[in-house]
């Protein structure tokens, strides 16, 4: 390669941003963030970082994931989507941003940290304008998200350890954006045998209703994670 050559093919810089899907139970949100400096300061963003030529966007994500959210390898589920390579997407020159997502049990202490940092979660059908291509991007990991919570049983990476089924098809709904029949619901959770009923109950000084509490059979989750399943509502 001649020097021209590099001096051409070697001027593109490469980021990624991070679509994190947080989910309190009631609610599932998307994290954004201000941008603290130009291009488009004070524009709402996703959470991203540019990449050393010594680090992998793997790397980059699971040290942004770090320092946003403190999170637990374990108990997230983080999946690449695409890169996203329009030529004139960033102002101050050709970036392609290799785009995540990931999928967290909002907890108290993610929701001060991420407070503290100036984070702020929207709900999920409601984001707002983002610069950049950000909401493009966002839209893309919804559709990813929508597919793999009717084959895959990743949505309970968003739940509590122990969760009504209530809460379970109000995350379904919220991830497919339609609601679903309730019996319908029931009854295909209970046949994929995913859940095992805990013995325990919702505190009845918190909840009017108070109803079982149940949890995922990892052994089950594990297999169905590997080699996916026909869950479609």
């Known amino acids: 390669?001649?020097?021209e050559e590099k001096q051409k093919y070697f001027q593109v810089a490469l980021c990624s941003s991070l679509v994190l899907f947080g989910f309190d139970g009631e609610e599932l949100k998307v994290l954004v963030y201000k941008k603290a400096s130009e291009p488009f300061q004070?524009?709402?963003?996703l959470p991203g970082k540019y990449i050393a030529p010594d680090v992998?966007?793997?790397q980059a994500i699971h040290e942004l994931l770090t320092e946003k959210i403190a999170y637990n390898e374990h108990e997230t589920y983080i999946e690449q989507l695409k890169a996203f390579t329009k030529v004139f997407r960033n102002p101050m020159g050709r970036v392609v941003n290799v785009a995540y997502y990931a999928l967290v049990k909002l907890t108290p202490e993610i929701e001060e940290k991420v407070k503290n940092q100036?984070?702020?979660w929207f709900a999920y059908d409601r984001v707002p304008?983002?610069?950049f291509d950000h909401n493009e991007i966002i839209?893309?990991?919804k559709e990813?998200?929508?597919r793999r919570v009717k084959r895959r049983p990743v949505g309970f990476n968003l739940l509590p350890e122990e969760f009504t089924i209530a809460q379970l098809q109000s995350l379904y709904e919220k991830a497919l954006n339609r609601e679903l029949?309730?019996?319908n619901f029931r009854k295909k959770i209970f046949n994929s045998n995913l859940i095992i009923e805990t013995g325990n109950t919702t505190d009845p000084k918190l909840h009017r209703k108070v109803s079982k509490l149940y949890r995922f059979d990892e052994e089950k989750y594990e297999k169905l994670s590997l080699k996916g399943y026909d869950f479609l509502f």
Do not use: H
């Not at 004070?42 to 963003?45: D, F, K, S, Y």
């Open 1 to 3: 390669m001649t020097a």
């Open 42 to 45: 004070g524009a709402l963003v």
């Open 56 to 58: 992998s966007n793997d």
């Open 118 to 120: 100036g984070g702020e």
């Open 129 to 131: 304008d983002l610069a």
């Open 139 to 141: 839209q893309y990991a």
């Open 144 to 146: 990813r998200v929508k």
């Open 181 to 183: 029949d309730k019996r």
